[in-house]
Every structure is written in structure tokens, then in C-alpha cells.
């Protein structure tokens, strides 16, 4: 057993005081990335898989699928694990933040607050682009195995499988908000918001049923965002729908699942307009 007097002496040295900072350090933003996805994950998943789930019977995007108990506990553990890959790379966001390495700014108003507001916004689009990217390379399959095969364990995903990752595919996306606080001006504040803003949107985009709003023809009414049917798509057919926010990069790219507007209408039961089939068999014809 460890001697009491030669641990205190440890601890109160300057490398072992070092650590137990680290530390509390690590336990402090894994308690708040921990209660950030809970709220997000949780709170989906009760207001729109349970209490709203009989309303929203009928949008339901893949009627006959229903994710198991097991599978959202299996969702939950990974995720636990991601939150504390998250937590770690935080340390070195922290550390490049204590040598002056990064642009966090603390006064939310030094810059303005048309900039404040900007901030959020780049760091949304920035994201997307990042994520979009950083999604298609961990489909490789030399890649996908290590990086990407857990979260595709959940064919028909929950709320929970919003951070239900891989260790590397943890990182990858962590390290962006490494990266964007090097290169981009940022308040804490506007921090906070982007990041509820992506558990949010994160795990709405695995629920399972459509709430985005559609026009007559059955479209979506915010066409340039991802849908829930669109990331469905990506789980239930791998190897299309591989945007987070936006369908920008997509649509550019023409990794676009051909079906998707057919399948949103028949999502939200509206008419399908028949323009995807009609595109689909233009391209088989060129």
C-alpha cells in the first residue's frame, strides 16, 4: 500500500499537482459534454420517440423498423465512451488555449455582436464541410472497419446513436473544434451555442421520424437542409446522404441519394412528384 505521506508529498509537488488539474479538468468537461448529450439525446428521444411518437405515427420513416432496448443501451455505452474521447482532446483545446494558441475571446460583445452571431455561423457551415469530408473518407473501406462500423451497427438508429462512435471516428470529430478556435475568433458563449446546436441537430437527424415541414409538392421547405429522412437514408443505404447540416455538399458532389425527395414526401405523406425517378433515369441514359 502506498505510503499516505510519500502521496501527499507527490501531489503537492508541481508534477503531481499538475495532474490532479488535469484531472479535475477532465472530469469537469466530461460531466458537461456528458449532461450536453443527455439533454440533446434525451431529450429527442422523449419528447419525439415517446411522448409524440402515436401523433407522428404516420411520419414515421420506416414503419416497420423498431430499434430494440439492447441497441439503444449498446448506443449509450458507445457513446459514453465518445464523450470521454471528447473530453480528453478538450485537454489539448485547453492547453493550446493556455499557450495562446487559440482565438477564444471571452467578452461575447468585444467584437460586436453582428460578429457574435457570425461566429456561430461559420463554425456551422465550417462543421459541415469538416464533417461532410472527414464522413466520406471513414467510408473508405480500408477506413471503416476501425473508424466508422459502430455507428452502422444502428441500421434503424435512435437519438442515442447521435455519439455512438468509434474511438477514432470520436476524435475526428473533436478535433475540429480544435482546429476552428486556432483559426476562428470565438466566445465561449458562441461555442456553447454551436455545440447544442450540433447535439441537437445530431440527434433530431437520427429520431426516425420526419418533423422537418414540406411544401404541397411534397418537398422539403428548407430543401438545403439535411432532413431526418436524409441521414435515415444514409443508415438504411451506406454510400449516400453523408452531410450533417446541409445538402450543399451533396448535391455538389452528387453523393445525393437519387430517391431521397421521393422518400421524404412518402415521409411526411405527401404526393411524390416523380422528379427524382425522372433525374435517375436521365443519368442511366447519358
Not at 476524435?171 to 447544442?196: E, G, R, W
Request: hydrophobic share 45%; charged share 15%.
Amino acid at each position: 500500500m502506498p505510503d499516505p505521506i510519500s502521496l501527499n508529498t507527490f501531489i503537492e509537488g508541481s508534477t503531481g499537482a499538475m495532474l490532479v488539474e488535469t484531472a479535475q479538468t477532465w472530469v469537469r468537461v466530461f460531466k458537461q459534454d456528458f449532461i450536453r448529450y443527455l439533454a440533446g439525446a434525451g431529450g429527442v428521444f422523449l419528447v419525439i420517440n415517446l411522448m409524440l411518437a402515436a401523433k407522428l405515427r404516420g411520419r414515421k420513416i420506416r414503419p416497420n423498423t423498431h430499434p430494440s432496448r439492447a441497441q439503444m443501451r449498446r448506443e449509450f455505452l458507445y457513446s459514453t465512451r465518445t464523450v470521454a474521447v471528447f473530453s480528453t482532446v478538450a485537454l489539448f483545446t485547453i492547453a493550446a488555449k493556455e499557450n495562446g494558441l487559440t482565438q477564444l475571446y471571452l467578452d461575447s460583445a468585444e467584437r460586436g455582436w453582428w460578429y457574435f452571431g457570425f461566429s456561430i455561423a461559420a463554425l456551422i457551415v465550417l462543421h459541415d464541410a469538416w464533417f461532410y469530408w472527414t464522413h466520406r473518407l471513414i467510408h473508405d473501406l480500408r477506413l471503416f472497419r476501425s473508424f466508422h462500423k459502430t455507428h452502422h451497427k444502428s441500421f434503424a438508429p435512435t437519438p442515442w446513436t447521435a455519439y455512438s462512435f468509434d474511438i477514432g471516428e470520436a476524435a475526428l470529430n473533436a478535433i475540429f473544434v480544435t482546429i476552428a478556435l486556432i483559426i476562428i475568433p470565438v466566445s465561449p458563449i458562441a461555442l456553447a451555442i454551436f455545440l447544442a446546436h450540433m447535439m441537437l441537430r445530431n440527434a433530431i437527424g437520427h429520431c426516425g421520424y420526419e418533423i422537418f415541414p414540406s411544401r404541397r409538392d411534397g418537398r422539403p421547405l428548407f430543401d438545403w437542409m439535411t432532413s431526418v429522412t436524409h441521414h435515415d437514408l444514409h443508415h438504411s443505404q451506406a454510400g449516400w446522404n453523408y452531410g450533417l447540416y446541409f445538402t450543399w455538399w451533396d448535391r455538389l458532389m452528387e453523393t445525393e441519394h437519387p430517391l431521397y425527395h421521393e422518400k421524404f414526401a412518402q415521409a411526411v405523406g405527401k404526393p411524390l412528384d416523380g422528379s427524382a425517378v425522372r433525374a435517375r433515369k436521365s443519368s442511366a441514359a447519358l
